[in-house]
């Protein structure tokens, strides 16, 4: 079963930091470009950051860039988003989501063409 397993989301006061993972299970990564994607209460779902199958390239929306940033560790299956100085809007559901890519060093930051998505993490900042 191919499957996206999100972790790491939890309650943090504004300033402070968190590490999402997403582990992919039932295929390799290795192929694939990986997206962060979070959805606040009556929002769009909107693209946060996306890296390239190899880690090569990677993206950032302007409300993040600074603040969060992307990896991924290929031999583990598992890509990392690392969120410190957490801002209350940065409150809500993130997903991430795998891109069949054959290898090829782009990212997108935007979800249509996405093939796998994990079942989302939850991300409070409030004090």
């Known amino acids: 079963q191919l499957q996206l397993v999100e972790s790491g989301g939890g309650l943090v006061q504004p300033g402070g930091s968190l590490r999402l993972s997403c582990a992919a299970s039932?295929?390799?990564?290795?192929?694939?470009?990986v997206g962060w994607f979070r959805q606040a209460p009556g929002k769009e779902r909107e693209g946060v950051s996306c890296?390239?199958?190899?880690?090569?390239?990677?993206n950032y929306a302007d409300s993040v860039k600074g603040r969060f940033t992307i990896s991924r560790d290929n031999a583990k299956n598992t890509v990392y988003l690392q969120m410190n100085s957490l801002k209350p809007e940065d409150t809500a559901v993130y997903y991430c989501?795998?891109?069949?890519?054959?290898?090829?060093?782009?990212?997108?930051?935007?979800?249509?063409?996405?093939?796998?998505w994990g079942q989302g993490t939850q991300v409070t900042v409030s004090s």
């Open positions: 039932g295929f390799t990564l290795d192929y694939y470009a």
């Open positions: 890296i390239s199958g190899s880690g090569g390239v990677t």
């Open positions: 989501a795998a891109l069949f890519t054959t290898g090829q060093a782009m990212c997108l930051m935007t979800r249509g063409p996405y093939d796998y």
